[in-house]
């Protein structure tokens, strides 16, 4: 089986401060990990994939994320947050058999303070 | 280029009642997904479909039906609407399975009452 664990439901920085937002997963063989951001009463957007091709993973927006298989966490940061950052974020794990069925963390929602 | 769009974008039910939501992609995507999201969680797979003629069940199927007789068209029904469906529905397509992305369309948000 597997599972997400996004281990804050809420964070808040300053803009112009760097951002964290932490996951944990769980899962029983190598898995595909994303994190896909939704802005408010949108749909959901990906913003970076691991594909077990390299451990330090970049998205769009200036995002990336860091696979760690001793921690089994995918963290995501980015140097320094903007106002448009504030969204929901979500951690979602995949299982890969034939169709791609996403599993998704609870989501963090980002705000950003001017 | 549309990319994925659904109809209603908002609906208000009663119990009992039949609805039909409508998920369009224009990219010709093989592969088409059903989600739900509920406040304080992340987005369960209803239903999904790998192909024109071809639907499966995913996390969360029942009190819900589908079909795909269109290979841009993936509809989600509910028979028979219960409170416990109220919620913001979410479609998404894939060129394939794998490791493409899915792409999401903007949602229906859907009240039961």
């Known amino acids: 089986a597997q599972s997400v664990t996004q281990l804050d439901s809420h964070v808040s920085v300053s803009e112009g401060t760097p951002v964290l937002l932490r996951c944990n997963y769980s899962?029983?063989?190598?898995?595909?990990l994303f994190w896909y951001v939704q802005h408010p009463n949108k749909g959901l957007q990906l913003l970076l994939k691991?594909?077990?091709?390299?451990?330090l993973v970049k998205g769009i927006n200036g995002f990336e994320a860091e696979f760690k298989k001793s921690e089994t966490s995918f963290h995501l940061t980015k140097p320094s947050a903007h106002m448009s950052d504030a969204a929901e974020y979500f951690c979602?794990?995949?299982?890969?058999?034939?169709?791609?069925?996403?599993?998704f963390g609870q989501g963090t929602r980002l705000t950003i303070n001017p | 280029n549309a990319g994925v769009t659904q109809t209603p974008k908002f609906r208000v039910l009663k119990t009992g009642q039949s609805m039909t939501l409508l998920c369009a992609q224009d990219m010709n995507h093989e592969y088409m997904y059903w989600y739900r999201q509920d406040p304080g969680m992340g987005l369960r797979l209803i239903h999904y479909s790998v192909g024109e003629g071809t639907t499966a069940k995913g996390e969360v199927p029942d009190g819900y039906n589908v079909s795909r007789l269109k290979k841009q068209n993936f509809l989600l029904g509910l028979e028979s609407a219960a409170p416990s469906q109220t919620s913001v529905y979410f479609c998404a397509s894939a060129a394939a399975g794998g490791l493409d992305t899915q792409y999401f369309g903007p949602g229906t948000r859907l009240t039961v009452l």
């Open positions: 979602v794990v995949s299982r890969i058999q034939g169709a791609q069925k996403l599993v």
């Open positions: 899962s029983s063989y190598s898995p595909s």
């Open positions: 691991y594909t077990s091709a390299a451990t």
